[in-house]
């Protein structure tokens, strides 16, 4: 289909409930088709919408495609990036036009206030058309709108007023150049024919006979003056406190135009929309804030839906437990079934009582034989020879024997009829209580249901129910337009056709743990909560030639804003370009992107992945398949979900950090970072410092503190008019022509807010002005964010410490601004007043142009820049001393040639220092170094994965759910080389007493790939390991003393240990210790089933935790009357803050010790190991986790001499939690340290750092490095 050039599309372009119906329809009495798709008329339009379906269908999936929403407050997009969905809705849009004006004679109008958002889009298929587009921009007073909007859409006036804006601003901004009218609903209403001549003249229209039919129908029958519902004069629009002055001025200069009072096109019109427009820009945080906002709101309204729907199930359910309950009583069968079992209970108490009188018979039997053995063994000594004496002897011990199993029979079957009762008694209980149960069922769901109705959520959200109400009723009359509902994730009653679990869980790694099926976790969950089941794919929206001559980097931002850090690695990038071809990954938008564009071979622009590793994942994974990268470049801390990613993609990576630790969330931000970055850089000391306190256990050596350069700042796009706006307002800011000449400017540049230490430099300016004189000085502030008359969280007290330090004459504040580089040109001195400013990229520009700069002492990397270049008494007050930075200040105030020399001194240091050249050169030296790093690791993960000896279900945390070996053993050097985290690569073998006691070959390599490419040499790194015995059967129990001491200060624990026990042949002596009389009687309670031993419960004093009471109370008796004695305690750990975590961890060391479901009779086997092996001194769980000595190692070297200790190595083996077997030969130097109970700290005890502490360690260096040895324990498939 051909169409010719002079092909014409009228569109009209306005604002929802604007008039633009009405004027739509004005271009059918002025000849214009609009076609024959159009949406019908509904209640809140009964004379039509006058709207294209398809145009409409195209403006919906563009609002939905860009993440939006026809009443979503945004930014508009003034550049659509091109993709496949774009390009089919250019493609249908064409289609759409072409067929229209060909239907219509090449002339065709439509309307959709959408459009005015998209018109870049729109702007875009008309020039493929190829058609001539004019426009018709429909004003209405802003109020009536929002009064339109609030009855038909409950829209509240404040958004009415910014959607107003954000509609009617492009349709103005975005058609200059293009034959356009102006045209105000009111007017047409109140002159319809005067308005359609105006239109008609202004688009190159035939002028329309007032008599002509088509004229006489829309005048007379269309226009109805009843379908106005509001009409507000100008007036009331200004004396409006809810309107913006924006929407005001904006509104009274389309009036004028309106009325041809003046251009559209005139230079101030220009000028006046653009101001307008950079304002609401910047509002776009704020309009995102709000749209979070109200999908919360619509969250809670689904919640409050759900809880009707829970009362109502829960009337349903509290009805069915009544019949039931009522039932139950009536039935007489319920009843005589519990009188029966009674019964049954009582004739097996009987019973129980007849066994026991008869196992007592029997023991007096068995006790009269002892005494006649002993007695006829006497007689017969006297009288009879050996050999007859020894064969009666026999036959008496035959005899005895028989009656022993006859009375272990009898005992046995005892515990037998004991369980059945038992049980009776347990059933007996729960059918009495049956009824009392369904009663008390129905007063908790009575309760909970009057605790929802009374609950402070249910009073708050009574309006809101009541607007859902309403709302959901309304629904029904809209038409289908305006029921499109927002974006949602679809509800799948059967699995998406493209689900796949794997990548399900690697997306959802929460999810990914034992016994959780995806599948099903999808159905009911994920599906409900948005999460993702396929993997994202990364969107590329540049591509330049690559020199295959040059390497390929990556570098990697946390979005494209014009702020410091996209900033740097812009800079970064367009110096690297130089060498190498740069691909460039955007996880964030910004208005840099076209600046990426213009420097990177390529750019990829992923936000979905910022703050997600998981989702980063398969990203890197695919940009990795498309280039073989030297190294990345990874810049900021915002930026680290992609690290994981690049490591397991064997990319060298060079992390720069700028941020402070201490601010970052989450807290383990940093710490992930460390793991996964082969190099890391801080651009100061300050920072890095501060990262090491909040990440301690991390090696220091791949890390390098290298300050940035200078970066050059890219200028915002506007036009020469706009620029010389800007510059003149920061003149007059910063120094008006009515200041004095000799006035000293004092500056001070960031976004208001308490980190930049504003309220600082407020004080400061006080009390300069009180050594100075307040006429002496003027004070600017420039950055966004001081609003005193919305920002009630700081720039009201701003305010307020102005008034009440009698600022108001010479403090100013200037907003944010992109001439910049004229304030520093007319200021005399820089305030650097932040709290924490790690190195800021204003302050070296300030420098940079020769100004003095001031700052406190601890809070930025420019104090100790200055410091390290002379400078500290000029410029470097003491840590927010305000006092005495006004005191470095005043001398530069009263001295021209002092200031002068000040700031000549900062520039020559600041050029010299901060040159971008060289920083970006020493990245590149980084990158090489990291490299060659990555490629000793690339060798050394191979030497692990041949070797088979890398257990993943030892190594790796049960919490990390299915890992590949691949990625465990990445996770395992990682943790080597980092410092982080450090675990073991398999039982019995500890990598930092490798590398402490025997080295590696060469720097970097991970010991345990060291270890076995040299041949697994023996040492103290090598424990024996008892693993646990599939059979049992083949575990031959010694005969030997053994005991057990049991802390048990949280009593309720004691008898998961006592079942353990049972398990296991051996019946130890047991020892027990508790801390009240309370819980002696609940321990003793428990202890009547043991078959073993009681020898003593013992009730102790709260001190030395279980140390003390095995030591002090038991300590002699254990060692002197016993082989082999066991160590256990009741952990909780509720210090630990995790009792998940604890409850963990004590299975896993009881389960290795003692047995169970998967260890098996592991106390049976230790024993049997140390009996048969006497160089064990102690056996105790090996912990896969890397313990040293934290702030235990003073204490251990006061006890080291006592126990023949010479040196405390750094790196060793011990029983972490502190629960062992021990012999009690080799443990005797522990009880002989004659330890008294005033010697162990008092409760509370840290988690780390005291005496208890430093045993718990001791116990195992104590076999370390001695004659005896220790042995570890292994379960397999249990790991902590």
């Known amino acids: 289909m051909n169409l010719e050039n002079n092909n014409r599309v009228i569109v009209v372009l306005g604002m929802h409930r604007s008039g633009t119906s009405a004027i739509a329809r004005s271009l059918k009495a002025l000849g214009v088709s609009l076609g024959n798709e159009l949406f019908s008329a509904g209640f809140d339009n009964p004379k039509g919408f006058w709207e294209d379906k398809n145009c409409l269908e195209i403006n919906n999936k563009l609002l939905e495609h860009l993440g939006s929403d026809y009443d979503q407050l945004a930014a508009n997009w003034p550049a659509i990036k091109n993709d496949t969905i774009i390009e089919e809705l250019t493609n249908k849009a064409i289609r759409t036009i072409t067929q229209n004006l060909e239907k219509s004679g090449g002339i065709w109008g439509f309307k959709d206030p959408r459009t005015c958002r998209l018109l870049q889009f729109w702007k875009n298929v008309f020039s493929s058309t190829p058609c001539d587009a004019s426009y018709i921009i429909t004003l209405r007073n802003p109020l009536s709108v929002a009064a339109s909007l609030a009855k038909r859409n409950q829209i509240s006036a404040e958004k009415s007023h910014y959607l107003w804006l954000q509609h009617t601003l492009p349709a103005v901004a975005m058609t200059k150049g293009s034959r356009r009218v ?580 407020l004080d400061c300016a006080s009390k300069i002005a009180s050594l100075v004189g307040i006429n002496r000085c003027r004070f600017v502030w420039l950055g966004a964010g001081y609003n005193p008359n919305d920002d009630v969280s700081y720039s009201v007290y701003l305010a307020d410490q102005i008034q009440r330090a009698g600022l108001q004459d010479c403090v100013v504040f200037g907003g944010e601004t992109s001439e910049i580089d004229i304030a520093y040109q007319l200021s005399d001195i820089f305030i650097l007043s932040s709290r924490l400013d790690p190195l800021p990229h204003v302050a070296m520009e300030a420098m940079a142009h020769t100004l003095p700069i001031v700052c406190f002492d601890k809070t930025t990397g420019i104090a100790d820049f200055l410091k390290e270049n002379g400078l500290e008494d000029s410029c470097v007050a003491k840590y927010l001393d305000v006092s005495d930075l006004a005191l470095k200040i005043k001398p530069m105030v009263e001295s021209d040639s002092y200031r002068a020399e000040v700031g000549k001194n900062c520039r020559e240091v600041t050029i010299r220092s901060f040159q971008m050249k060289d920083y970006v050169s020493k990245l590149e030296q980084l990158g090489q170094k990291a490299k060659s790093l990555h490629e000793q690791q690339e060798k050394d993960r191979t030497t692990i994965m041949e070797s088979g000896l890398f257990n993943t ?99 309720d624990l004691v008898k998961d240990i006592l079942q353990r026990l049972e398990i296991n042949n051996i019946k130890p002596d047991l020892f027990i210790s508790v801390s009240s009389e309370a819980a002696k009687a609940s321990v003793t309670s428990m202890l009547h089933r043991y078959r073993g031993r009681i020898v003593d419960v013992v009730v102790v004093p709260n001190r030395g935790r279980d140390i003390g009471p095995m030591l002090t109370a038991f300590g002699s008796r254990l060692v002197e009357d016993y082989d082999y004695i066991g160590h256990f305690h009741t952990k909780k750990s509720l210090d630990a803050g995790d009792a998940e975590m604890a409850a963990q961890w004590n299975s896993f060391i009881l389960e290795n010790l003692l047995g169970g479901q998967q260890g098996g009779r592991m106390m049976d086997q230790i024993l049997s190991v140390m009996h048969a092996d006497t160089d064990i001194g102690i056996v105790f769980p090996d912990d896969p986790n890397v313990v040293g000595w934290g702030e235990n190692k003073p204490y251990a070297d006061k006890l080291a001499a006592q126990l023949g200790l010479i040196k405390l190595n750094d790196s060793f083996n011990f029983p972490v939690g502190t629960m062992f077997w021990t012999r009690s030969t080799a443990f005797k130097n522990f009880v002989e340290l004659g330890l008294k109970w005033e010697d162990y700290p008092t409760e509370p005890v840290g988690y780390d750092g005291s005496v208890l502490h430093a045993l718990e360690r001791l116990f195992g260096l104590m076999f370390t490095d001695n004659k005896t040895s220790l042995a570890v324990t292994y379960v397999p498939g249990i790991t902590r």
């Open 182 to 761: 102006v045209v105000d609903y009111d007017l047409l209403m109140k002159s319809p024919l005067l308005q359609l001549q105006r239109i008609a003249s202004a688009l190159d229209l035939p002028i329309p006979d007032e008599d002509a039919p088509a004229t006489i129908d829309y005048i007379n029958h269309f226009i109805d003056q009843d379908l106005r519902h509001t009409l507000y004069d100008d007036v009331s629009l200004e004396a409006n406190a809810h309107v913006p002055l924006d929407a005001i001025n904006l509104y009274n200069l389309l009036k004028k135009i309106s009325t041809d009072a003046i251009d559209i096109d005139s230079n101030d019109v220009t000028s006046t929309i653009a101001d307008i427009e950079k304002r609401i820009q910047s509002c776009t945080p704020a309009f995102s804030y709000i749209n979070f906002l109200e999908d919360s709101c619509r969250n809670f309204q689904k919640t409050i839906g759900d809880l009707n729907e829970l009362v109502k199930q829960q009337h349903n359910e509290l009805d069915f437990l009544n019949s039931q309950a009522m039932a139950k009583l009536k039935d007489p069968n319920f009843v005589n079934g519990i009188n029966s079992l009674s019964n049954g209970i009582n004739s097996l108490s009987l019973s129980q009582e007849n066994l026991a009188k008869e196992l007592g018979t029997h023991s007096s039997e068995l006790a009269t034989l002892l005494t006649g053995v002993q007695n006829i063994s006497s007689e017969l000594s006297a009288t009879f020879d050996p050999n007859y004496i020894d064969s009666a002897l026999q036959k008496q011990l035959q005899w005895i024997e028989s009656g022993q199993n006859k009375l272990n029979e009898l005992e046995k079957n005892l515990y037998a009829r004991e369980r059945d009762l038992s049980d009776l008694q347990k059933l007996h209980e729960q059918l009495t209580h049956k009824c009392h149960e369904l009663g008390k069922n129905k007063h908790d769901l009575e309760f909970k249901v009057s605790e929802i109705y009374a609950s402070t959520s249910w009073f708050v959200t009574k309006p809101m129910r009541f607007a859902s109400r309403l709302i959901s009723r309304s629904k029904r009359f809209l038409p289908y337009r305006t029921q499109k509902a927002r974006p949602a994730q679809t509800v799948f009653n059967e699995l998406p056709a493209d689900f796949d679990e794997t990548t399900y869980l690697s997306l959802n790694p929460d999810v990914a743990k034992p016994g959780i099926n995806p599948t099903m976790h999808y159905l009911t969950h994920g599906q409900y909560e948005g999460r993702a089941y396929i993997a994202p794919k990364p969107n590329i929206i540049s591509v330049k030639e690559f020199d295959e001559s040059k390497d390929t980097i990556l570098i990697v931002s946390h979005d494209a804003s014009r702020t410091g850090a996209p900033i740097l690695t812009l800079n970064i990038l367009q110096t690297m370009r130089e060498k190498h071809n740069v691909v460039a990954l955007l996880l964030g938008p910004g208005n840099l992107q076209e600046a990426f564009s213009e420097s990177a071979n390529e750019v990829i622009y992923s936000p979905e992945v910022r703050n997600c590793a998981p989702m980063a994942a398969p990203i890197v994974r695919e940009i990795c398949s498309r280039h073989k990268f030297s190294f990345a470049i990874i810049n900021s801390i915002e930026s680290r979900a992609v690290l994981r990613g690049l490591a397991l993609q064997s990319v060298p990576t060079v992390s720069l950090f700028h941020e402070f630790a201490s601010y970052t969330r989450p807290r383990d931000a940093f710490l992930e970072a460390f793991l996964w970055s082969t190099q890391v850089v801080f651009s100061t000391n300050l920072t890095l410092e501060n990262a090491l306190a909040e990440c301690p256990s991390v090696d220091k050596e791949p890390i390098e503190v290298i300050p940035q350069g200078i970066c050059n700042v890219p200028k915002e796009i506007a036009s020469a008019e706009v620029i010389e706006l800007e510059q003149k307002r920061i003149r007059n800011i910063v120094r008006p022509d009515s200041l004095a000449e000799d006035c000293i400017v004092i500056l001070g540049v960031g976004t208001v807010q308490l980190r930049k230490g504003v309220d600082l430099f």
């Open 953 to 1051: 279900d030892f190594s790796i945390p049960s919490y990390f759910g299915h890992v590949q070996e691949e990625t465990a053993v990445s996770i395992y050097m990682r943790s080597w080389a980092t410092g982080i985290r450090q675990r073991k690569p398999y039982p019995g073998f500890h990598p930092g007493m490798y590398l402490e006691r025997h080295g590696v070959s060469c720097t970097g390599a991970d010991p345990f790939a060291d270890y076995l490419r040299n041949g697994h040499p023996k040492g103290p790194w090598r424990a024996q390991v008892i693993e646990a015995q599939k059979d049992s059967n083949d575990i031959k129990a010694p005969r030997c003393r053994c005991a057990v001491h049991i802390h048990a200060y949280y009593p």
